[in-house]
């Protein structure tokens, strides 16, 4: 039983964590567009010509 003594402040100290977690990705907006991704999977355009990636300047290019 003194284990519960334990495992209770534990157990309450994550959950708390978890849930300031879970109200800072509600405050920084992460849930704006839930059904834009399912949308955007279920939909017949193709993205065929993706955003080029920039080539850094302190590394030579592979090309």
Not at 42 to 60: A, I, N, S
């Amino acid at each position: 039983m003194n284990v519960l003594a334990y495992l209770i402040p534990v157990s309450l100290l994550l959950g708390g964590i978890g849930l300031a977690a879970f109200v800072f990705t509600l405050r920084s907006s992460q849930y704006d567009d839930p059904e834009g991704d399912s949308r955007r999977i279920l939909g017949d355009t193709w993205d065929d010509k993706p955003r080029p990636e920039t080539v850094r300047k302190d590394r030579p290019s592979d090309r």
